[in-house]
């Protein structure tokens, strides 16, 4: 089975720099992903990370390091709009589900 | 082009009642998976259908069914509802299988059971 672990809750300021740390543990690998979710909303898909190293979208940025089954979501010039839940999934295999972790509740203040 | 859409987005039942929850996939999407989400906690797997059959199914008990229909929609089923059932149940939807890395949401049909 997998295993995921990331911080529960995170406080930034608007304008700083936030990153959001996953472990995980799994059987086979494929892939980490990370997705955004507003109170009341659905779940977004923000990034996807297959191989090692840094993933840049705009003001979000992704990393993996395989060998140590880590990644972390980077958040730069937060808004306070990027208060949401923010959560890392992975999957065994190309035909086995997402399983998420409990997810990072992101709060940014003024 | 619409999203994923689901049906109704909220739902009060009794314990012991029987509940179908509906979704449609993006069109051209042929993968759909439901999700159960506890308040506080992420998303858990209950089923994944792709081309109308059975691709993958979660930890949950046999009162949850599913099916998918030629047009690629979907139903959830869960009788005999428990307190515990209540949560918010999500729908996605991909083009192909699994292996597609990105599942698009729908907005969830929130079901309190009483």
Known sequence: GQSLEQPS????VEGAIVQINCTYQTSGFYGLSWY????GGAPTFLSYNALDGLEETGRFSSFL???????????????????????CAVRDNSDTPLVFGKGTRLSVIA | ??????????LIKTRGQHVTLRCSPISGHKSVSWYQQVLGQGPQFIF????????????FPDRFSAR??????????VNALLLGDSALYLC??????AGDYEQYFGPGTRLTVT
């Open chain 1, 36 to 39: 955004q979710q507003h109170d």
């Open chain 1, 65 to 87: 390091s395989r060998s140590d089954s880590y990644g972390y979501l980077l958040l730069q010039e937060l808004q306070m709009k990027d208060s949401a839940s923010y959560f």
């Open chain 2, 1 to 10: 082009d619409a999203g994923v859409t689901q049906s109704p987005t909220h």
């Open chain 2, 48 to 59: 994944q259908y792709y081309e109308k059959e059975e691709r993958g199914r979660g930890n």
């Open chain 2, 68 to 77: 998918q229909f030629p047009n690629y929609s979907s139903e959830l089923n």
């Open chain 2, 92 to 97: 996605a939807s991909s083009f192909g299988l």
């Open chain 1, 9 to 12: 809750e995170v406080t930034a």
